[in-house]
């Protein structure tokens, strides 16, 4: 029997998280492959729709990391994400689908070992979760 290995969306600012990405690999610190890393400009402009359709698609998990609030380089884009997304679990806690399968996180282009110490947490948090129910239920 396969073991459950889960499937992680990364919504990864360009400017800071997806930075800290490339530094946790040019310096060889290990984490889970199970992330599916998608740059975007900001983390301003991931529409909770986005984060939605992973889960409906077959993502056990969705991570969206950008810059700490007051360093975005669209200047308040990580404000407006962290109200989208506060909105959003509300929303998926309301009906039962599963916030905690989201996550927000701020990590800078400087941190690599907490990028990786972030991937590691949510796939372990993930995979005690086990696979997405709304994966299954939903065919899109």
């Given at each position: 029997?396969?073991?459950?290995?889960?499937?992680?969306?990364?919504?990864?600012?360009?400017?800071?998280?997806?930075?800290?990405?490339?530094?946790a690999g040019v310096t060889r610190l290990e984490y889970p492959p199970n992330l599916r890393p998608l740059?975007v400009m900001c983390t301003g402009s991931v529409d909770p729709v986005f984060v939605i359709r992973a889960?409906?698609?077959?993502?056990?998990?969705?991570?969206?990391?950008?810059?700490?609030?007051?360093?975005?380089?669209?200047?308040?884009?990580?404000?407006?994400?962290?109200?989208?997304?506060?909105?959003?679990?509300?929303?998926?806690?309301?009906?039962?689908?599963?916030?905690?399968?989201?996550?927000?996180?701020?990590?800078?282009?400087?941190?690599?070992?907490?990028?990786?110490?972030?991937?590691?947490?949510?796939?372990?948090?993930?995979?005690?979760?086990?696979?997405?129910?709304?994966?299954?239920?939903?065919?899109?």
């Amino acid at each position: 029997m396969n073991e459950f290995e889960p499937k992680v969306v990364g919504f990864l600012c360009r400017w800071c998280t997806a930075t800290a990405a490339d530094l946790a690999g040019v310096t060889r610190l290990e984490y889970p492959p199970n992330l599916r890393p998608l740059r975007v400009m900001c983390t301003g402009s991931v529409d909770p729709v986005f984060v939605i359709r992973a889960l409906l698609s077959g993502a056990d998990g969705v991570l969206v990391g950008g810059c700490h609030p007051g360093d975005c380089h669209y200047v308040s884009g990580n404000y407006k994400a962290r109200r989208r997304i506060t909105i959003l679990k509300t929303v998926l806690k309301t009906f039962r689908l599963g916030d905690e399968r989201v996550e927000l996180r701020w990590i800078s282009a400087s941190e690599g070992r907490k990028f990786a110490e972030t991937v590691k947490e949510m796939t372990k948090k993930v995979k005690e979760m086990g696979e997405n129910p709304l994966a299954r239920s939903w065919s899109i």
